[in-house]
């Protein structure tokens, strides 16, 4: 009887204790939040662009030439992420290299080619960040505006050069003065790098470090210790640069044409070099790069900064090397719109993360802001791929949109759109009678079949049309940018 009549009380007892502790609980764990969130220290950003580093050229990939050794690219894919799907949206110098700094497509920012200047208002994604209080240092090759090297807003500290630059013993700009150097410019600038993080205060200030390298753009020089190393390899031609109609047949007429181009494999230059050498060289001049990426990785590793720091690796456009006949990049086939990526963060990037998910180089500005915890005002057109990256999102199909403009200097590759899906790609060419392109790149990844004008594709490639054309009218870029007519290349024709 007692039991009973105290029962109810108990039970209330044990709901108020209940109801104490779920409160107390949340007290504490939201306090905790707020200790953690106020001890926690912002990530650090250490970005490394290549030049022309073709995607499939890294040691550990799978397509890559079986005696290429770069061991600081292959740690990095092994102990972080390979982003084996990035991209980028204009594969040339400069406005790739606007894009990345920007977020933004190449008709939206107007750095169309590697003459224009930069538009008079431009705001680039490290001012938002320097802002945000992080310390900010680029170093390397900027090329937009050609030949102008003047520190540029948003930048603590700035080691740059003029145009493409040179391989040895360069004229640096730092914060405004210039100054010949001797030596290697990977390692001048790798070394420029490693004592700007030894100058500031990285216990109290976060980082964003932009190491920006000439290597590997034509024409290739290889620092001297790795001249050499590849000088009795096996070319492995790709089977599509073989001059056959097998190749040809259902290409457009101006690839062919290309062939016998400046950008082509049976006149290379103009003739002034052997493409075997060019090969090879173009792999060891690689190796300094790949160096550069473990000096950096050693340096955080020794400092106790690698915990706290995410080191991503990426180029600025692809390369072809001999595929369908030509060198280079500018046009919208995978060896040339295609670019190595990889990242680097062992406290929260799982080791062996496979990421296959389309990645854009408009994409780099706004993931390097949401690490950073940095806004900006500024219209952006890529997206963060930050949470691909810690594993709380998957990756979701997707398309974009690739476009390249024609330049008077290299008459022989047309303006270019294309619609890169995960399965098709689709490529429109502006201004010459010509014929599209529509690959299935699933059965044919190596683009030898251009399936448009095959009957049972045709209402696939109807449909990627209509896609790419409704892409560009949602992104106001159906009018193409033109620049006042200028600088040319008149020895560079268009065949032999």
């Known amino acids: 009887m007692n039991l009973q009549s105290n029962y109810p009380r108990s039970t209330g007892l044990v709901l108020l204790f209940v109801f104490l502790y779920s409160l107390y609980s949340t007290a504490f764990a939201e306090e905790k939040k707020n200790l953690e969130s106020q001890n926690k220290k912002p990530v650090n950003v250490v970005f490394i662009l290549s030049d022309d580093h073709r995607y499939d050229f890294m040691g550990f990939h799978e397509k890559a030439p079986e005696w290429l050794e770069t061991p600081s690219m292959d740690r990095m894919a092994r102990e972080g992420a390979h ?38 208002g431009t705001v680039f ?31 603590d500290r700035w080691v740059s050069f003029r145009g493409q630059g040179v391989y040895y013993n360069p004229v640096l700009n730092i914060d405004g003065q210039r100054n010949q150097h001797e030596g290697y410019t990977s390692d001048i600038l790798t070394n420029y790098a490693i004592d700007w993080l030894n100058e500031i205060n990285t216990d109290e200030e976060p980082f964003f470090l932009y190491l920006s390298h000439k290597a590997v753009h034509a024409e290739f020089m290889p620092a001297e210790r790795h001249e050499g190393t590849y000088s009795d390899v096996e070319i492995p031609y790709p089977p599509s640069m073989a001059n ?86 500018r046009n919208a086939y995978e060896e040339s719109m295609r670019v190595p990526m990889l990242a680097w963060a062992p406290s929260w990037i799982k080791p062996g ?31 963060s791929f930050v949470s691909l990256l810690t594993g709380e999102a ?17 008459p022989h590759t047309p303006t270019t759109f294309a619609l890169r899906a995960s399965r098709y790609k689709y490529i429109y060419y502006h201004g010459i009678w010509d014929r599209d392109e529509l690959y299935d790149l699933q059965e044919d990844p190596n683009e030898r079949y251009n399936l448009a004008e095959v009957p049972q594709y045709i209402e696939i490639r109807n449909e990627m049309r209509d896609r790419l054309f409704e892409e560009m009218e949602a992104r106001d870029a159906m009018l193409i940018p033109l620049r006042r007519a200028g600088w040319t290349q008149d020895e560079k024709l268009i065949g032999n």
Request: one cysteine or more; hydrophobic letters at 30%.
């Open 394 to 410: 998957e990756g979701e199909e997707r398309n974009f949109l690739y476009e390249y403009y024609w330049e008077p200097a290299f």
């Open 83 to 120: 982003l084996r799907n990035a991209f980028v949206t204009t594969a040339l110098c400069s406005p790739s290299r606007a894009s990345i700094l920007t977020g933004k497509y190449a008709h939206n920012h107007r750095v169309v080619d590697n003459q224009s200047p930069i538009p008079e």
């Open 244 to 329: 056959t109609e097998r190749n040809y047949r259902t290409k457009p007429k101006w690839v062919k044409e290309q062939r016998y181009s400046w950008h082509g494999v049976e006149y290379p230059y103009h003739g002034e070099l052997n493409f075997d050498d060019f090969y090879r060289s173009y792999n060891e001049t690689l190796l300094g790069v790949d160096e550069s990426i473990g000096q950096v990785i050693k340096y955080l590793e020794d400092n106790g900064l690698a915990d706290n720091t995410l080191v991503l690796y990426m180029g600025d456009n692809g390369f072809l090397l001999g595929e369908h006949g030509l060198i280079d990049k």
């Open 125 to 155: 994604f490290n001012e938002a960040v320097q802002q945000n209080g992080y310390k900010t240092g680029y170093f390397g090759k900027w090329h937009m505006g050609h030949s102008d090297d003047e520190p540029r807003a948003g930048w």
């Open 353 to 383: 993360t496979d990421i296959s998910t389309l990645i854009r180089n408009i994409d780099v500005a706004p993931s390097i802001m949401d690490l950073t915890g940095t806004t900006t005002s500024e219209e952006i057109d890529g997206e």
